[in-house]
Structures are given as C-alpha cells and as structure tokens.
C-alpha cells in the first residue's frame, strides 16, 4: 500500500519493528517519536533519522534524492524500507547458562557442573550497526531474541571468569555467592566490548545465581558436612 503518513505501530517490546510500507507519494511523512530512531533504506544505502516530523521530498538525507530522480506519477520506482528502532533501555533482561560449567571446588575437592543466572539492562546505542547485524529478513525484533543471539558470548565470558576467580582465588561454591556482585563489576568491560560490536551498550549486567546442578548435590551437601565435622573434631581435640 501507498501511505502519507509512515509512523511507529508495533509493540512497546519491540527493539526493531519494519514498517510494512515500501511504497511512498511525493510528500510522504515519516513521524518518529522521541523513543525511537528511524532507519530508511534504499538501493542498500541507509540513514538515521531522529525524533521528529520529516517530509521525505523536502530533506536532504542521504539516499532521499533519488526519490524525486526516480519517482513516476507520484510512487516510487524502487522499494524503500523504514525500520523504528527503539532508543530505551531494556530493563532487567534474564539471561541463563545453557550447559553447565564443570569446574573442581577448591574447597572440598570434588568436580562440580555449575548453573549460572542472571539479568542484564542495555540500550541500542548505534541503530544503523544493529540493524544490520541483527534484523536480516525478519519484520521485528524483541529483547528476548537478542539475548538469544547473545547467549554465546554471555556463557563464553562469564564461565570464564567464574572458573578463574575460583581456580585462581580458592573460592569454592560455599562462598562463592558472596562474591557475585564483584564477578559481575569484572565482566562489565569484556561484554560490553563484546555487545558495541552490535551497537549495543550494555548499562548493568548481574550475576544473581551460581548453583550446582541436582546430580552434584547430594554430593556436595555429603563433602559440605564431612568438611564441617573435620572443623569441630579438629576443634574439640584443641
């Protein structure tokens, strides 16, 4: 269909939401509002354009001129795509190891598999870069399938400064949750390096939970108690 008037009617989760105009007259409108960015492309070229009313005839975007170059008895002689990028944090995004992490207690010697949980907020911070990377043919896209995409690099990073911090500090899974917060502040450069490749800032990334999954356990709880026993025998023979 031919519009006048190209504006944002997706859903408030969107991140990305296509326009499903492709068609345009002389002095078609594109309305964007102050929580969205507007990418238009057109021949594989694109342009940001902010908040605002814009008449596509009358601006000098880059790319726009050949609209009225192109242009026969009003329409456009090519397709044009509008995609609405949304320019507010997503707040408290879970995210979640998807295989377990084997890493050897210092504490009590004993192979665990570790299951790792969390949250993270971020914002798009380069609309054009995420676009590109992330959107290919689909009409929208959601937070939740952007930590999807990112689940490699998040497990990746994360497993390795756990196993680090536990390895290299001794700090076994009895204490380890007391050093959350911390692990968390040490991961904050890595990822966010990791996610501005994809034009993402990422604003607060949390470690909530490190557990040992149900087969370790009995296990665990079994060498937990013996190591405990250990300390009052030792205890009471002082």
């Not at 989760?13 to 990418?39: C, G, R, Y």
């Not at 320019?87 to 979640?96: D, S």
């Amino acid at each position: 269909p031919i519009a006048d008037v190209i504006q944002f009617e997706g859903r408030n989760t969107d991140l990305v939401w296509k326009s499903p105009i492709e068609d345009f007259n002389m002095a078609t409108q594109l309305i964007v509002d102050e929580t969205h960015e507007a990418i238009v492309m057109i021949e594989g070229r694109s342009e940001v354009i902010g908040a605002g009313r814009h008449t596509l005839e009358t601006q000098n975007y880059f790319g726009l001129g050949a609209i009225q170059r192109m242009a026969t008895g009003g329409k456009t002689a090519f397709p044009c795509k509008v995609y609405f990028v949304n320019k507010v944090h997503a707040m408290n995004m879970l995210w979640g190891t998807p295989d377990t992490l084997p890493v050897v207690d210092p504490e009590l010697d004993i192979m665990l598999h570790l299951q790792l949980r969390g949250n993270l907020s971020f914002v798009v911070d380069n609309s054009k870069k995420f676009v590109q990377k992330f959107v290919g043919f689909v009409d929208s896209f959601n937070p939740n399938q952007l930590v999807e995409q990112l689940r490699g690099i998040i497990y990746s990073e994360v497993t390795d400064q756990v196993a680090k911090v536990m390895t290299r500090a001794k700090i076994g899974l009895f204490s380890i949750n007391a050093h959350l917060k911390d692990i968390s502040q040490l991961l904050m450069y890595p990822l966010g390096k990791a996610f501005e490749e994809y034009g993402i800032k990422l604003v607060k990334f949390n470690i909530e939970t490190i557990n040992a999954n149900n087969e370790d356990t009995a296990e665990f709880q079994a060498a937990k108690s013996a190591a405990k026993a250990n300390v009052i025998r030792a205890t009471g023979e002082a």
